[in-house]
């Protein structure tokens, strides 16, 4: 999942950028609104955290417009203002959460699970496929009942490979939903995670693989129906 934090603090950022890293999220930080547009005008984000006041505008209004455009993204805002009539517009203009400052980065991260996972775009909270089992919201892989310890990218890869089972997926829009701005990645960085992932669901001997298709991308498919086609 790509989540876009939208705060002007910069320590602020780099430890809840950190602390979602090590929960398997992908984190966009941008420090000003016309940054943050900019940002959704080129990538998807499942969730949106929004502090309140930015250095070239309201995080208020900049909602509204947003959810007057359409974009119904969770939302959860962050305020050092925190009287009543003021959680109240937060509300009122769209937002799904609000967190008063300054922020327990533990209590972030959980409502955050819970914000997305009562998320109507969550129809299907655990994913099956063969015998893997995927949990979008723990982040978490099973094959056979037995959890997997897989790293962070490589769970991101497994879950766009799911979303798209059976049919081929584009390295690019693997890479472009894996990575945020200003992630460091060599060029081989998804054949090797792709590498990996082949390695756990062998050793763990799972009914399903990944087959490449050159020159295009990746597909994710069923050993058996491959066997039988």
């Keep these: 999942m790509r989540i876009l934090l939208v705060d002007h603090h910069a320590d602020f950022g780099r430890a809840v950028k950190e602390a979602l890293l090590n929960c398997g999220f992908a984190v966009d930080v941008t420090r000003t609104l016309d940054e943050a547009s900019a940002a959704l005008d080129c990538a998807n984000y499942h969730m949106i955290l929004l502090e309140s006041f930015l250095p070239d505008g309201d995080g208020l ?5 947003l959810r007057r455009e359409g974009r ?6 962050m305020s050092n203002l925190n009287d009543l009539s003021r959680r109240i517009a937060i509300f009122n203009a769209g937002a799904d959460d609000f967190l008063p400052k300054p922020v327990s980065i533990d209590e972030l991260v959980a409502r955050m699970r819970a914000i997305l ?13 063969g ?3 995927f949990d979008p ?8 009942g037995r959890v997997l310890r897989i790293a962070r990218r490589e769970v991101c890869i497994l879950e766009h490979l799911l979303n798209r089972a059976g049919r081929t997926v584009p390295r690019t829009a693997l890479e472009e939903s894996l990575y945020a701005f200003d992630d460091e990645v060599s ?4 054949e090797v995670g792709i590498y990996r992932l082949r390695a756990h669901l062998n050793q763990a001997e799972a ?3 990944i087959k490449t298709a050159r020159g295009v ?12 086609a």
Excluded: C
């Design 117 to 129: 996972r009562r998320s109507t775009q969550m129809t299907a909270p655990v994913v099956t496929f």
């Design 61 to 65: 209004d900049w909602l509204k417009q």
């Design 137 to 144: 919201i723990a982040r978490q892989v099973s094959v056979g």
């Design 207 to 209: 009914t399903l693989r």
């Design 131 to 133: 015998n893997l089992h």
């Design 72 to 77: 119904s993204m969770p939302t959860m805002m």
């Design 187 to 190: 060029t081989n960085a998804l």
């Design 217 to 228: 991308g990746y597909t994710l498919e069923l050993i058996g129906a491959a066997s039988a």
